[in-house]
């Protein structure tokens, strides 16, 4: 398989495997939109957002690194994969004891936390499916990575329906995804082994070290960057509201996380073309750091345009999705919904300035960037989420992302400025 087709392979490979999961979780958000209460949304929001906070400490950008020092050798994949899968399942279990002994700490209600537990085997379920993900990216085998996260989408569906339609109640569907993740998890691995020879486990400290340290930089620049992600959610469901507003953290969290799922989809776009942009970038940088720079404009401008339209579109759409019959009670989710597609052109064009910074080894600057955004996030949402509503929070989101867009742009120009003189 020659170089141009097998990255045109690939593409076509992950952009299927983007769209069928992208349509499965379409579906699962309807199901249980259109079934549940506004209030039990909102718990299964908090829910996910919260398991989503926690997973990402057992990701870490390892895959990354994974891939950079493995290459195409066959002896260091199969070495580094069996540490690789030791640490994850040693990282996972941590993180899962460290998220419910947080979880004692907060005001959850019962249905909540006890909805959360089930959920965090998601960490452990996606950490092991993730693993096995290094190795076909390692391989540049995303057909296989399509095959399992097929069987998951599919599985999910089902197992979500299943819950939904016949018993309604917020804690089974949060186990049935968990199966689902199984199912692809188990899927992976087994596929995993036709690439690599029969799975193995090691417990190496100072192997693991190999894998930690470089993944310092891109690790914290994925927990600030999920931070910014999903604390809004979380303090929209646990806010004491001022009785003006009328509100409850479980109706508020269901208003606002169904404005937030739908905008999701939206920015999944452009973390999609990344995924075959910074590759491009690379190999642009290999070129010249002129040309790096030229197709990194031409991206962004590309995106930008993107972005703009899927602001118009999804404006004059907004209320045209909240009519679609289960979701009439979610009406208060179109002004939060449009608050946030404002801020679509900005999430577009962010990822090109960092992977961009990336590329050019800049990724400690985006980190402090990413983390002083974070908590400037944190704090904003403390003080006017409880004043103001989701709203304010649908606001801080566009905001923040301003932010991180312009001080990454500081952080290029002076870089393009050094190189250029």
């Given at each position: 398989m020659n170089i141009p087709f097998k990255l045109a392979y690939n593409t076509t490979v992950q952009f299927a495997g983007r769209f069928i999961t992208a349509v499965s979780a379409a579906g699962?958000?309807?199901?249980?939109?259109?079934?549940?209460?506004?209030?039990?949304?909102?718990?299964?929001?908090?829910?996910?957002s919260f398991?989503?906070?926690?997973?990402?400490?057992?990701?870490f950008g390892f895959n990354a690194i994974f891939v950079r020092e493995v290459g195409l050798d066959s002896e260091k994949q199969k070495s580094y994969f069996k540490n690789?899968?030791?640490?994850?399942?040693?990282?996972?279990?941590?993180?899962?004891?460290?998220?419910?002994?947080?979880?004692?700490?907060?005001?959850?209600?019962?249905?909540?936390?006890l909805g959360i537990i089930i959920g965090l085997l998601l960490i452990v379920t996606q950490s092991l499916a993730a693993t096995a993900l290094a190795v076909f990216q390692a391989k540049i085998r995303y057909d296989q990575a399509l095959i399992a996260d097929t069987f998951g989408?599919?599985?999910?569906?089902?197992?979500?329906?299943?819950?939904?339609?016949?018993?309604?109640?917020?804690?089974?569907?949060?186990l049935a995804l968990v199966t689902g993740s199984a199912v692809r998890t188990i899927v992976a691995l087994y596929l995993a082994r036709f690439q690599i020879g029969d799975l193995e486990i090691s417990f190496d400290w100072i192997f693991w070290k190999k894998i930690i340290i470089p993944a310092i930089p891109i690790g914290a620049l994925a927990i600030f960057s999920q931070f910014n992600a999903q604390i809004d959610k979380q303090i929209v469901f646990l806010a004491h509201y001022k009785a003006s507003l009328g509100l409850e953290g479980q109706t508020a969290a269901g208003i606002y996380g169904l404005a937030y799922k739908i905008f999701?989809?939206?920015?999944?776009?452009?973390?999609?073309?990344?995924?075959?942009?910074?590759?491009?970038?690379?190999?642009?940088?290999?070129?010249?750091?002129?040309?790096?720079?030229?197709?990194?404009?031409?991206?962004?401008?590309?995106?930008?345009i993107i972005g703009f339209l899927g602001l118009v579109s999804g404006w004059v759409l907004s209320p045209w999705v909240f009519n679609i019959p289960g979701l009439e009670k979610f009406s208060q989710s179109v002004p939060t919904l449009r608050v946030l597609l404002i801020g679509l052109p900005l999430f577009f064009i962010t990822p090109v300035s960092l992977w961009l910074a990336i590329s050019i080894n800049k990724e400690k600057e985006m980190m402090f960037i990413y983390g002083f955004v974070a908590a400037l996030n944190l704090v904003a949402n403390l003080f006017f989420v409880p004043s103001f509503g989701y709203n304010a929070a649908a606001v801080i989101t566009v905001v923040s992302e301003g932010l991180i867009l312009l001080l990454s742009?500081?952080?290029?120009?002076?870089?393009i400025k050094k190189i250029k003189t």
């Open positions: 699962i958000t309807y199901l249980i939109a259109s079934k549940f209460s506004v209030g039990n949304y909102g718990i299964y929001t908090a829910i996910l398991v989503s906070l926690f997973y990402v400490f057992t990701d690789l899968l030791g640490l994850r399942i040693v990282t996972s279990v941590l993180v899962v004891f460290i998220a419910v002994a947080t979880l004692s700490f907060t005001d959850y209600s019962g249905l909540a936390k989408a599919v599985a999910n569906l089902v197992f979500v329906y299943i819950a939904v339609v016949n018993f309604s109640n917020i804690l089974l569907v949060i999701e989809f939206g920015v999944a776009l452009p973390t999609f073309i990344m995924n075959v942009g910074y590759p491009l970038m690379i190999q642009k940088k290999e070129e010249g750091e002129e040309k790096l720079l030229n197709f990194s404009k031409k991206l962004g401008i590309l995106l930008l742009f500081g952080v290029l120009w002076l870089e």
